[in-house]
Antibody, heavy 118, light 113 residues
Framework: EVKLVESGGGLVQPGGSLRLSCAAS????????MNWVRQAPGKGLEWISY????????QYADSVKGRFTISRDNTKNSLFLHLSSLRAEDTAVYYC???????????WGQGTLVTVSS | EVVMTQSPLSLPVTLGQPASISCRSS???????????LSWFQQRPGQSPRRLIY???NRDSGVPDRFSGSGSGTDFTLRISRVEAEDVGVYYC??????????FGPGTTVEIK
């Protein structure tokens, strides 16, 4: 069974940083691309970042480019998202998602809430 | 960036009756590889999104056959043949053809009358 478990969310002040993790199991993590998607409270879904299986290809949404960094550790079946220079508008539930075929959104985690507030 | 629009944004339905959601993209979603990367997701209240349909009309494993997808180019439709209580939630279309970014529609809220 595919399982994705996000963690690392919490309350952070504007301008602060946070690192989110996504623990994966039930599939060959080192062969799957991964994505991060977020959802602001009461709002829709926004894709924010993509990383290929071997980390050779990385993409970001314009809204987070230069502030967020995606990475993965295939030896630990883990995906990460480092958030920096956080703004109030980054407040959202952050989901990791993956899949076996393009565009790799078959499976989603339960999400982790990031709240940016003073 | 490809803009996805959905209509209606709110859809009150009667149990047992059909429902239909339209999704339109600002450019054709036909990829040069011959596939059309249009997916539909369901998000029940308090839950994570769940993919229902991929590449326009392919149902994911475990998705009831009352859900169906159709369309081509820029116009797509998700149909529920007979709405059940468990179908309440928000439905999103998403394109994966022209990226980055992957883009989602604004969502359609399905509620029971």
């Amino acid at each position: 069974e595919v399982k994705l478990v996000e963690s690392g969310g919490g309350l952070v002040q504007p301008g602060g940083s946070l690192r989110l993790s996504c623990a994966a199991s039930g599939f060959p993590f080192n062969t799957y691309t991964m994505n991060w998607v977020r959802q602001a409270p009461g709002k829709g879904l926004e894709w924010i970042s993509y990383i290929s299986a071997g980390s050779s290809s990385i993409q970001y949404a314009d809204s987070v480019k230069g502030r967020f960094t995606i990475s993965r550790d295939n030896t630990k079946n883990s995906l990460f998202l480092h958030l920096s220079s956080l703004r109030a508008e980054d407040t959202a539930v952050y989901y990791c998602a993956t899949g076996s075929a393009w565009p790799h959104f078959d499976y989603w985690g339960q999400g982790t809430l990031v709240t940016v507030s003073s | 960036e490809v803009v996805m629009t959905q209509s209606p944004l709110s859809l009150p339905v009667t149990l047992g009756q059909p429902a239909s959601i339209s999704c339109r993209s600002s450019k054709s979603l036909l990829h040069s590889d011959g596939n059309t990367y249009l997916s539909w997701f369901q998000q029940r209240p308090g839950q994570s999104p769940r993919r229902l349909i991929y590449k326009v009309s392919n149902r994911d494993s475990g998705v009831p056959d009352r859900f169906s997808g159709s369309g081509s180019g820029t116009d797509f439709t998700l149909r529920i043949s007979r709405v059940e209580a468990e179908d309440v939630g928000v439905y999103y279309c998403m394109q994966g053809t022209h990226w980055p970014p992957f883009t989602f529609g604004p969502g359609t809220t399905v509620e029971i009358k």
